[in-house]
């Protein structure tokens, strides 16, 4: 067959990079532009006010700091998983696989609610924790435990295929040349895997930080309190106060695009190591 | 150092990978395990190395039980099929790996392992290679370096599996003349893995064939070729 055979026609070709284009435009750009277009509508001074102000600043806080927490956890938690499911054989692998892949397939609400039925008022460790003052519905730990569960898998289903893909050989030369366990983790197995774990880690504190619906059911809203970002922008959107909500909802949006610049330039950074490895 | 395999026995799941193998070798010699694919060659080796883990049998190391010590404590060098080598690190640094992850207390200098490091590309004649890092050497190259690096904590005895598996004809030979060479200078006690007969035969003092994990006969190769001692060893050496 000539070359000309494999060809497209023109036309074909222009009309899949047109719908393709307009499709990306109205689905991500349109709304993207949208954000920033409302959070912008009455000018800087306003944008500023609006994120400068106690509630929303108590909400960029407590954001920040359920991710500082949810992040490293899963990001320990998934190498750990990833690491024993690619690298060791044992009885239960699948099912464990199938654990860690829950989250995604479980509605947020649902997630959220597990936590109430577990450490409500009315759930099973509610007196107890109650006796003992111990609060963690409707207080930080709820909102650590529930974005810790919903964000659980990011890293570990980055790894597993990676590490998996990678084989034991590496592990096994640096065992045969006297390297302990812990050793050849930080000097074989980790630096093989950095470039998957730091896009994992991303992915991870990009959804942590955006997460709404689980968070949303064990929070109680308490503005300044117990409202993380997301649920900011919602309670400020029901008081008919869009310029605030969509100037904090801008923040989010900027988290994202940093989220994908950051992907996009570890890619870059990366390329060379990640072709040679082919 | 002599190795000492007695009545080792290792099944997977279902299947027995190795029944009831014994074997010696001797101080120096250099011995091949033939035999076709899931032979339990490659399984004998890995045992040897303390990769896999025997279910019955002793393994010695001249007079010492190392039936239970783990890879890291056995004194051995171990070459992989596909090299194994540090993608993240250079040359250079492969090859210093099993002297920086020494305790601190048996641990040569910097300065030291800078030159053990040049020593060790000399002898597998790379001189002057050290910077590059393993994507930029080809496969004879790479697989020199594995053996550089299997050698840098001085082991008495080296383990091959499959070494010139991935390599082409001219290459193979050259790395074939190379590790024997290399062998007898350093007075190693070396067990490789093959299936390719011929490698085997020109190669080993001894050869050791192996089928459905017994091993069918343990001579030299001219005594193979000359008085084989099953049906098997004259099929499959023709």
């Not at chain 2, 896999?52 to 890879?71: L, Q, Y």
Request: glycine residues 8%; hydrophobic residues 50%; proline residues 5%.
């Amino acid at each position: 067959m000539t070359a000309a055979g494999l060809r497209e026609p023109p036309l074909a070709k222009a009309l899949l990079i047109v719908a393709a284009v307009a499709y990306v435009a109205l689905m991500l750009l349109l709304p993207l532009g949208a954000v920033l277009t409302e959070a912008l509508s009455k000018g800087w001074q306003v944008w500023l006010a609006a994120v400068s102000e106690p509630d929303a600043r108590a909400s960029i806080r407590l954001t920040l700091i359920v991710a500082a927490i949810a992040v490293p956890l899963n990001t320990i938690f998934g190498v750990a998983a990833a690491w024993a499911i690619a690298k060791f054989d044992f009885r239960g692998k699948t099912a464990l696989i199938a654990l860690i892949e829950l989250p995604f397939s479980v509605s947020p609400v649902v997630s959220g609610l597990v936590f109430v039925l577990l450490f409500g008022a009315q759930g099973w460790f509610g007196p107890w924790l109650q006796e003992h003052d111990v609060r963690i519905i409707f207080a930080l730990p709820g909102l650590v435990l529930a974005t810790v569960f919903v964000t659980f898998p990011f890293v570990a289903r980055q790894l597993v295929p990676l590490m998996a893909g990678q084989g034991r050989a590496d592990e096994e030369a640096a065992l045969t040349m006297g390297a302990s366990g812990w050793q050849t983790f930080w000097r074989v197995t980790l630096p093989n895997i950095r470039f998957g774990l730091l896009y994992g880690v991303l992915l991870c504190n990009a959804r942590a930080m955006g997460e709404f619906g689980a968070v949303s059911v064990v929070s109680g809203h308490i503005r300044g309190e117990t409202n993380t970002m997301p649920l900011q922008v919602e309670a400020l959107y029901n008081d008919y106060d869009f310029v605030a909500a969509f100037a904090v909802a801008s923040l989010l949006t900027l988290l994202a695009i940093v989220t994908l610049a950051l992907k996009s330039a570890l890619e870059w950074r990366y390329r060379g190591e990640l072709a040679a490895r082919r | 150092m002599s190795i000492r395999v007695e009545h080792v026995s290792k099944s997977f799941s279902a299947y027995p990978a190795l029944g009831d193998v014994s074997l010696t070798v001797d101080n120096g010699e250099f011995v091949a395990l033939l035999g076709p694919s899931g032979s339990g060659k490659t399984t004998l080796l890995r045992i040897l190395a303390g990769l896999e883990v025997p279910e019955t049998g002793k393994i010695w190391f001249g007079e010492r039980d190392v039936t239970a010590d783990k890879p890291a404590s056995r004194g051995i060098g171990f070459v992989f099929q596909h090299y194994a080598l540090f993608g993240h690190m250079t040359v250079a640094a492969n090859i210093a790996f099993g002297l920086k992850v020494m305790k601190r207390s048996a641990r040569p200098t910097r300065d030291a392992i800078g030159t053990r490091v040049d020593e060790l590309l000399d002898l597998v004649q790379l001189p002057g290679l050290g910077p590059r890092y393993p994507s930029q050497l080809s496969g004879g190259q790479r697989q020199r370096v594995a053996l550089a690096r299997a050698l840098a904590r001085n082991p008495r005895i080296l383990l091959l599996d499959e070494p010139f598996g991935a390599l082409d004809a001219k290459v193979r030979r050259e790395l074939r003349e190379a590790l024997r060479k290399i062998h007898d200078e350093l007075g190693l006690t070396s067990i490789f893995v093959t299936h390719d007969h011929e490698e085997a035969f020109t190669l080993a003092d001894r050869v050791a064939l192996l089928n459905q994990g017994r091993i069918e006969q343990f001579a030299p190769p001219v005594e193979i070729l000359d008085n084989p001692a099953s049906e098997f060893v004259t099929a499959f050496l023709a």
